[in-house]
């Protein structure tokens, strides 16, 4: 069940906003809702980070989103060009937000190289997800966020 004391932050992609690589979103009635009832920061790292929408779909290669964070995997998007940079900005960006504002809990999208919180794709292209987190994830991870995604039970 997810906490909503406080202000929280989540991916606007979920609510509606047409932030997603493709130009369009994951829109979720259900965190739609939960926005409706809570302090919520809206946010979409890639965005953030500087990276246009649309923008060609990225992954994380060679690891997770903690490995991003420690310089020991990089995010590229399906051309093969070096994105870690705007991933990394925008997360930090994010987590500033997060550290002002005492945010405490966060929902986020699943699979997403920035927002996964169990899921992300392989690195390949090829649809096949693996265990991890994606970048913010982690980042807030760090800094003892609660995460969610779309997929937890909600209240």
């Not at 946010?43 to 649309?54: A, I, R, S, Y």
């Not at 690891?63 to 051309?79: C, E, F, K, M, T």
């Amino acid at each position: 069940m997810i906490n909503i004391n406080g202000k929280i932050i989540v991916s606007a992609c979920l609510v509606g906003y047409n932030c997603k690589y493709n130009g369009g979103n994951n829109y979720h009635p259900a965190i739609a809702e939960l926005v409706k009832k809570g302090d919520v920061i809206l946010v979409c790292p890639e965005e953030m980070g500087g990276l246009p929408t649309p923008r060609p779909a990225c992954e994380i290669r060679g690891g997770n989103g903690n490995d991003v964070l420690d310089g020991n995997a990089r995010v590229v998007d399906i051309n093969g060009r070096d994105v870690t940079a705007e991933f990394t900005k925008g997360s930090q960006k994010i987590l500033e937000q997060a550290l002002n504002n005492e945010v405490k809990t966060a929902v986020l999208k699943e699979r997403s190289p920035s927002c996964g919180v169990n899921l992300i794709y392989d690195g390949t292209f090829k649809g096949i997800k693996k265990s991890g987190m994606g970048v913010l994830a982690a980042l807030l991870d760090r800094h003892g966020v609660k995460l969610y995604s779309e997929e937890d039970s909600l209240p």
